[in-house]
């Protein structure tokens, strides 16, 4: 079995990465490679990267927000959460107001910015694009988690802890 894992990991490695440039809300880039298994992101070397797929409109995700926010704040030296609005079409505007009314502390990119990643990220793990969904990538930029629906601070730190 442990060989089977070892082969799947290199071949998975010696796949092509995919590149993706997310203008976040505020105006920044975010340069992300990304294979199956791992994900760089040129602006957060050497962080543990939490990318958060969540809705606007969505109860389940607006209520871990405030979590999220806790986590960044605690542990922003080495850990980022980027959030991915994958759910309804808004402007930058609207999505710079829903930032500011929950206080989100992390880097969001839109939906219309996010297209191709949530696509990317649909075919390459088995999310069926329900939200609130979350890719957790250790420091080394290995796909660690895939985190499905509402986590609990209580959650995101044990997933943080096994890193």
């Not at 926010?69 to 829903?98: C, E, P, Y």
């Not at 929950?102 to 969001?108: A, E, G, I, K, T």
């Not at 839109?110 to 329900?130: R, V």
Request: proline letters at 5%.
């Amino acid at each position: 079995m442990r060989n089977i894992v070892v082969l799947i990991f290199l071949l998975t490695s010696l796949l092509p990465a995919k590149e993706f440039i997310l203008k976040t809300i505020s105006g920044k880039l975010l340069h992300l490679e990304v294979t199956p298994l791992s994900l760089k992101v040129k602006e957060f070397p050497n962080k543990v990267i939490l990318l958060d797929f969540f809705g606007a409109n969505c109860p389940p995700c607006i209520a871990e927000m405030p979590d999220l926010v806790k986590i960044q704040n605690l542990f922003g030296k080495t850990v980022q959460v980027i959030g991915i609005q994958a759910a309804s079409k808004r402007d930058d505007n609207a999505m710079r107001q829903f930032v500011q009314k929950h206080h989100l502390n992390y880097p969001v990119v839109n939906l219309e910015e996010g297209t191709m990643l949530i696509s990317y990220a649909q075919t390459q793990t088995d999310w069926n694009g329900a939200l609130p969904y979350k890719l957790l990538y250790d420091f080394d930029g290995s796909l660690s988690y895939r985190l499905y629906g509402k986590m609990t601070e209580k959650k995101l730190l044990e997933a943080l802890q096994d890193l």
